[in-house]
């Protein structure tokens, strides 16, 4: 599998519910979120010196496309680094699992009762899957620490949904930004 097929890391989302990406959220509860109007992207060279986005160079540009309208859409300006109130910086990372699961199955089959004593089967399977996780972190500019950073993880979809995949992950990652204070 190629790395190509990376965007849909975000989780299960080819073909699959999108509600089996796992994303996961903190913030520092100390800023007011509220002060900020403007944003600006951390070092996209850094982007593309990731392995991932080096063997995908469009996935950087998509993600890139939602994030930058799921913020507009909050009223956030995309401005120059200096002029910033925060920075968006994004990482991606894919590592092979292997998930195990297993099937019993009984009852009824061709008119006759399976589940009696005897009639019962069970396997179990293990397979190799392709997990990845899309990291966004905000950074205050003043301050230069991460203030905020949510993380969206999944099995690894077809490459024909990349593009709503990764749509649909930093959506759902941005959801709740910015946080209440």
């Known amino acids: 599998m190629t790395i190509g097929t990376v965007l849909a890391m975000v989780g299960c989302m080819g073909r699959?519910?999108?509600?089996?990406?796992?994303?996961?959220?903190?913030?520092?509860?100390d800023i007011d979120f509220h002060a900020y109007h403007s944003y600006a992207w951390l070092h996209r060279e850094r982007m593309k010196s990731n392995p991932v986005f080096l063997k995908n160079p469009e996935l950087a540009g998509l993600i890139n496309m939602a994030v930058?309208?799921?913020?507009?859409?909050?009223?956030?300006?995309?401005?120059?680094?200096?002029?910033?109130?925060?920075?968006?910086?994004?990482?991606a990372r894919v590592r092979e699992v292997t998930v195990i699961s297993s099937l019993r199955n009984q009852g009824w089959s061709h008119g006759y009762?399976?589940?009696a004593p005897g009639n019962t089967t069970s396997a179990t399977g293990m397979n190799k899957m392709s997990e990845g996780t899309l990291v966004l972190e905000?950074?205050?500019?003043?301050?230069?620490?991460i203030v905020w950073q949510s993380q969206a993880a999944g099995v690894i979809g077809g490459r024909d949904a990349i593009a709503p995949a990764v749509d649909t992950a930093v959506a759902r990652m941005l959801e709740r930004f910015p946080p209440e204070s």
Do not use: C
């Open 68 to 91: 930058d309208k799921q913020l507009a859409a909050k009223g956030f300006e995309k401005t120059s680094a200096t002029a910033a109130d925060f920075l968006v910086a994004v990482n």
């Open 16 to 29: 699959a519910p999108t509600d089996k990406i796992f994303i996961q959220s903190q913030h520092d509860s």
């Open 138 to 145: 905000i950074i205050d500019t003043a301050s230069e620490g």
């Open 113 to 115: 009762d399976r589940s």
